[in-house]
Nanobody, 124 residues
Framework: QVQLVESGGGLVQAGGSLRLSCAAS????????MGWFRQAPGKEREFVAAISWRGRSAYYVDSVKGRFTISRDNAKNTVYLQMNSLKPEDTAVYYC?????????????????WGQGTQVTVSS
């Protein structure tokens, strides 16, 4: 079992930056790929970024490429999402997720564990 707790959300002006963190606990964080997803009001949850267990592979949705960076520190059992040049359309609840395989994916139904989410609001 893996428990995930996100932090770092908040209110920021367009063009600003935030760094989200996802702290994992539980013995099975090892060999888990991690992902970030988001859900805006009235919309479905969508993939944002994912990273492999060793951090060698990372994937992003096109809308955040060049602005967001996913990273992880396995010694701290923590995954990060650095978000720069934020836009109002980035406003959403951001969720951290873990899957019990090393390879990342953008498919939401292939993640086994989810955090409770952290709100990110970008004002124009």
């Amino acid at each position: 079992q893996v428990q995930l707790v996100e932090s770092g959300g908040g209110l920021v002006q367009a063009g600003g930056s935030l760094r989200l963190s996802c702290a994992a606990s539980g013995r099975t964080f090892s060999n888990c790929a991690m992902g970030w997803f988001r859900q805006a009001p009235g919309k479905e949850r969508e993939f944002v970024a994912a990273i492999s267990w060793r951090g060698r592979s990372a994937y992003y949705v096109d809308s955040v490429k060049g602005r967001f960076t996913i990273s992880r520190d396995n010694a701290k059992n923590t995954v990060y999402l650095q978000m720069n040049s934020l836009k109002p359309e980035d406003t959403a609840v951001y969720y951290c997720a873990a899957r019990r395989v090393a390879a990342p994916t953008g498919r939401i139904n292939e993640y086994d564990y989810w955090g409770q989410g952290t709100q990110v609001t970008v004002s124009s």
